[in-house]
């Protein structure tokens, strides 16, 4: 196989590459929320973020299977941070799906670039570039998740609070929309759902006190249509959750960084939201602090919080709960899996959020005790100026941001798990806006770190686990193939065995994974791609892995023919 390499050069902004603009297949011009609703369906596709509405991350691709994967190769290689100016932000990591829409690929990077690809050949067809100013305030690192397409657009927010919508055919701007407030330290990363006929976003920057929210914009005009906000403001429901005097709940945090998930026969979208602010000073704000560390079930078409659970009431430990809320079925129940950042598997019945039950899925959490019935038990926590506590997860999390998936065919999850520990320790801070807000220094206990991709089955019991010796930050990808895919911080991206989670395959890839991995096929012929690159938030966490390499490049597998 002739493995294809292809350069992004050197351009560093959209106006200087109109005289060199070139021009996509309108393959998104047919795309819209009937398609959308029915994406696994064309599986040579994956028309969204989490490859469908469930956010299951899971393709009825089989053409690679376990009987052929050992003969994976990769078909071409898009270098996007190799050269010039791109070399001086390589260090941001990927942390990206891309999307694939009849042969055409189309996949964001940090600092505001969009790239649209040929997904045969790996080569550009158009690139964007939007304008980000040096002085915004971002907690972790300059990244983003995703795009969303439909009607002839794509749709992506940029790290200072952009909506935009670019002509899919050439990446020329149709329209941008302010989103958050960059002043006081609001920023954004998620990739846009496409409901209807709708996008929904929400903010980044909890870390700098601001209160989070979920939007809704018109998908031709980008009009707002609503705003919910994850804090309550008093006389809200929740808001006796929140001191009753005094402003915590102006700058509690919550925000709705990572893709919600879809189930459109209950007109429910499902947000993950994160931790409050301070990080980890809860003298400020007594109460459980809702609705952060929470899933909120909204009413698409107002915005209205149907429902919600807390994963963690009132954090002091900084467990985000934004990732993915998987939807599936079982014994004729409509449910919703979720692995939290606080080390225990939540399972919830979503058409009125009722626990079913909630367990353990690392070996080591100290910060507390959920009990299966969802009894909460915190450990104490410092309050003395100075005073360290360590405890397990660290701030990253048992499983970070990047998503678990879900096999319909053999009803297993499959985990990427970070087993490692931090130290925290108290320093109590006045409130600045746009200045961080955490409330502690932290350090990550780097000498003591493991890692797995771990399958469970619905119920939470442990099936099995591949293991390595780092925590794993990237995504897995599952297939109908009985395959399980995943990307190593040491740079190895390997296939495993669905049923067993033995290895059969792997490819060093060069850099470290903190993406997003998906799959497609055009002309009858399986891919599976996956970014890779990181830098930022990982880098303090494994400083280890500087050597690895900062590369950063999408990467297509595929058979030999």
Not at 62 to 91: C, E, H, R, Y
Not at 141 to 169: E, H, M, Y
Not at 207 to 216: K, N, P, Q, S
Request: charged share 20%; proline share 5%; aromatic share 12%.
């Amino acid at each position: 196989m002739t493995v294809e390499y292809v350069d992004a050069g050197e351009a560093i902004n959209h106006s200087a590459l109109s005289s060199m603009a070139k021009i996509a297949p309108a393959v998104t011009n047919d795309i819209d929320y009937e398609r959308l609703l029915n994406a696994r369906s064309e599986s040579q596709n994956w028309l969204t973020y989490y490859g469908a509405y469930d956010g299951q991350r899971y393709s009825l691709l089989d053409q690679i299977n376990t009987g052929n994967v050992s003969k994976l190769s990769p078909a071409w290689i898009f270098q996007a941070g190799q050269s010039g100016q791109m070399a001086a932000t390589s260090t941001y990591a990927f942390e990206a799906c891309p999307l694939v829409v009849d042969g055409v690929m189309y996949v964001t990077g940090w600092d505001g670039w969009f790239w649209a690809l040929d997904a045969v050949t790996g080569k550009e067809l158009w690139r964007y570039k939007h304008a980000v100013p040096f002085d915004v305030s971002l907690c972790c690192s300059n990244v983003n998740r995703g795009c969303a397409v439909a009607k002839g657009k794509v749709f992506f927010v940029t790290p200072n609070a952009q909506l935009l919508a670019l002509d899919a055919t050439n990446g020329d701007l149709v329209w941008q929309k302010t989103i958050g407030d960059v002043r006081a330290g609001e920023s954004a990363s998620i990739a846009p759902t496409v409901i209807k006929d709708t996008l929904i976003t929400g903010s980044a920057g909890g870390e700098f006190g601001v209160r989070g929210h979920i939007d809704c914009w018109d998908l031709e005009t980008g009009e707002q249509r609503w705003r919910t906000y994850t804090v309550p403001k008093p006389g809200e429901p929740g808001s006796e959750t929140w001191p009753a005097d005094g402003e915590a709940w102006q700058r509690g945090g919550g925000n709705h960084w990572v893709t919600g998930t879809y189930d459109p026969e209950l007109n429910l979208y499902y947000a993950g939201t994160g931790n409050p602010a301070p990080d980890f000073d809860g003298g400020v704000r007594e109460g459980d602090n809702l609705y952060t560390d929470s899933v909120v079930a909204m009413d698409v078409d107002t915005g209205e919080i149907k429902w919600h659970y807390q994963f963690t009431p009132h954090d002091l430990w900084d467990y985000d709960s934004t990732m993915e809320m998987t939807l599936f079925e079982r014994d004729g129940k409509k449910l919703l899996g979720h692995f939290d950042k606080n080390g225990y598997f939540f399972v919830l019945d979503r058409t009125n959020g009722e626990l079913q039950h909630v367990t353990p899925f690392v070996d080591r959490i100290d910060w507390g005790v959920i009990t299966r019935d969802g009894k909460v038990t915190p450990r104490k926590y410092p309050d003395k100026e100075g005073e360290p506590v360590h405890f397990y997860p660290g701030p990253a999390g048992a499983k970070e941001w990047t998503h678990a998936a879900y096999s319909q065919k053999t009803e297993l999850f499959y985990v990427p798990v970070a087993d490692v520990g931090a130290t925290a320790t108290r320093r109590r801070r006045e409130f600045k806006e746009g200045i961080p807000y955490w409330g502690a220094g932290v350090q990550v206990d780097i000498d003591n770190m493991a890692g797995s991709v771990s399958a469970f089955d619905t119920y939470g019991e442990e099936k099995w686990r591949w293991r390595i010796d780092y925590p794993m930050a990237a995504s897995v990808l599952a297939t109908a193939g009985d395959l399980v895919f995943a990307g190593t911080p040491t740079g190895e991206f390997v296939a495993l065995d669905a049923r067993t989670g033995e290895k059969l395959w792997e490819f060093q890839c060069g850099s470290g994974h903190h993406s997003s991995p998906s799959t497609y096929s055009v002309d009858g012929k399986q891919y599976v791609v996956v970014p890779v690159g990181w830098g930022g938030w990982l880098e303090g966490i494994v400083p280890g892995l500087l050597g690895q390499g900062h590369g950063s490049a999408v990467i297509a597998f595929a058979l030999p023919d």
